[in-house]
């Protein structure tokens, strides 16, 4: 009686483990022709082993991108940089990294510091056809008289100037209001400095400041004027010690504070008593409340080596500074990621590690770079509807840029060799029965849980080339409780959202 009880309960639990009740199809939140998964017989035979990201630095694994700087709206947190994938992409694994191909800024989002979401490109090329370059963007944010948030994003225009982009929306359109620089060699008082590299800030007063400079006593600041497009003062030098390149401006406190990127040379002169002489190419701050009095500015410290003294490969060096979600994060650039996709030209790739600031005095700590990056700080909810090119990881994926931030992705695997994208620490706080995507082409997803061994979870086959459909499917087995998710795709399609219902 015992034996037969206990086979019962077994066939119970096997039961429950393995059958999904039924879904409800007006779950699904994503916009588009519904349609049911279809048998196709499309192969994947394998699943990618061009593993490129098992830590959480870099922020993204398959596109080179340096010189940080970063905006929250809206709960996320926007970070943009220097496109070394454009120069990648033009001269190729074998190339180098010389710059001169890059016209255009990487746009990326997060609202969990671990999963980011690429919005693709700020084609700044296309935008302003007079640049030479566009390097090394910093952006600030106000709401105006109209009742939107106008963005400001200025960049260096090579080493001869720094131009502007404005938008409302961080994801663009971006417009030229100038159709030139703001600042360059022939701006009238500018001596001895070459005007790159911006740093800008809006203090506590609504007013709006820039930094830029590069090399030895290049570092200035200038009062911006109302409009956030021109100058409200003389330009002001701003005293430093090793100056090289990478300003960037904090409003912390009353306070401003100035960061740079020191140089490489040898540390032959140091007076400033009581402060450490910085170690080459590190990161080092000045403070001042009066940023036009040059002599105010105090030099503090410095609190960021090279990440090759790291481990993390030598390369120059630029820092951003960004409260997000009550912490202080620090966003850099590292070569390390590099040679995972079979080069070792000099490309970069995003990173960052936890800052600890003390507001009251304005005191940045050191930072310590490392590969391990930084913890998740809120769980993904896989029942919302999310980006498919919102990956922690992903391998041997492509994107096709449609616009003004949204992205679609694709494999670029061999045929019947799986692509992967894996989101981290999605939180299934009731049980997933179905899953549906957003999808164009003919093709098959897998969905699996925590890794990519055994049988899928479930799996979408689909056939829609004219346009972009919502093919839905019930899951083989359900997914409760916290977990990574991989999603292998073939071949032969855009992939363009995701949801669990």
Request: charged share 20%.
């Amino acid at each position: 009686m015992k034996k037969t009880y206990r086979l019962a309960a077994l066939i119970a639990s096997f039961v429950l483990l393995c059958s999904c009740a039924e879904a409800d199809i007006t779950d699904v939140k994503i916009q588009g022709d519904l349609m049911e998964s279809q048998s196709l017989n499309v192969k994947i035979d394998s699943i990618t082993e061009n593993v490129t990201k098992t830590t959480n630095n870099p922020l993204i694994s398959n596109i080179f991108c340096a010189d940080p700087t970063a905006i929250e709206y809206e709960g996320r947190l926007y970070v943009y940089g220097t496109n070394d994938h454009q120069q990648y992409t033009t001269v190729g694994a074998e190339g180098k990294n010389s710059y001169e191909h890059i016209k255009s800024i990487v746009m990326l989002s997060t609202d969990d510091m671990v999963n980011w979401t690429y919005h693709g490109t700020i084609n700044v090329g296309e935008i302003s056809p007079w640049i030479i370059a566009s390097w090394a963007p910093s952006i600030v944010s106000r709401v105006e008289d109209d009742g939107k948030t106008h963005f400001y994003l200025y960049y260096s225009n090579s080493g001869w100037g720094t131009g502007v982009l404005t938008s409302t929306s961080p994801t663009g359109p971006w417009t030229d209001p100038l159709g030139r620089s703001i600042v360059d060699g022939n701006t009238p008082g500018l001596t001895g400095s070459s005007p790159f590299d911006p740093g800008a800030v809006i203090d506590d007063n609504g007013v709006g400041w820039l930094s830029f400079g590069g090399g030895e006593n290049g570092a200035r600041i200038v009062r911006l004027g109302e409009d956030m497009i021109s100058f409200d003062s003389e330009i002001v030098e701003i005293p430093t010690l090793y100056h090289f390149e990478a300003n960037e401006l904090n409003y912390i406190n009353g306070t401003f504070v100035y960061t740079y990127n020191n140089d490489w040379n040898s540390r032959t002169e140091w007076d400033i008593e009581g402060a450490e002489v910085p170690p080459a190419c590190s990161m080092a701050y000045l403070t001042t409340k009066d940023p036009l009095n040059s002599e105010s500015w105090e030099y503090r410290d410095w609190y960021f080596k090279n990440p090759g003294e790291a481990g993390m490969e030598y390369s120059n060096n630029h820092t951003h500074l960004h409260k997000y979600m009550g912490e202080y994060y620090l966003f850099y650039h590292s070569l390390f990621p590099q040679r995972s996709l079979g080069t070792t030209g000099g490309f970069r790739s995003l990173c960052v590690n936890k800052a600890t600031v003390d507001e009251e005095t304005v005191t940045i700590n050191e930072v310590l770079a490392t590969k391990d990056g930084v913890e998740q700080i809120k769980s993904l909810n896989p029942f919302n509807v999310n980006q498919a090119e919102t990956t922690f990881s992903s391998s041997d994926i492509g994107y096709n840029d449609q616009g003004n931030g949204n992205v679609t992705l694709y494999s670029t695997a061999e045929e019947g060799v799986g692509a992967l994208i894996c989101v981290k620490g999605a939180d299934f706080d009731k049980s997933a029965l179905a899953f549906a995507a957003k999808v164009k082409g003919t093709g098959k997803i897998q969905i699996y849980v925590d890794d990519t061994e055994g049988n899928p979870y479930g799996e979408l086959e689909f056939s829609s080339d004219d346009d972009f459909s919502v093919v839905h499917n019930d899951l083989s087995k359900k997914i409760k409780g916290e977990h990574d998710i991989y999603f292998v795709i073939s071949d032969g399609f855009e992939f363009d959202e995701w949801q669990f219902f």
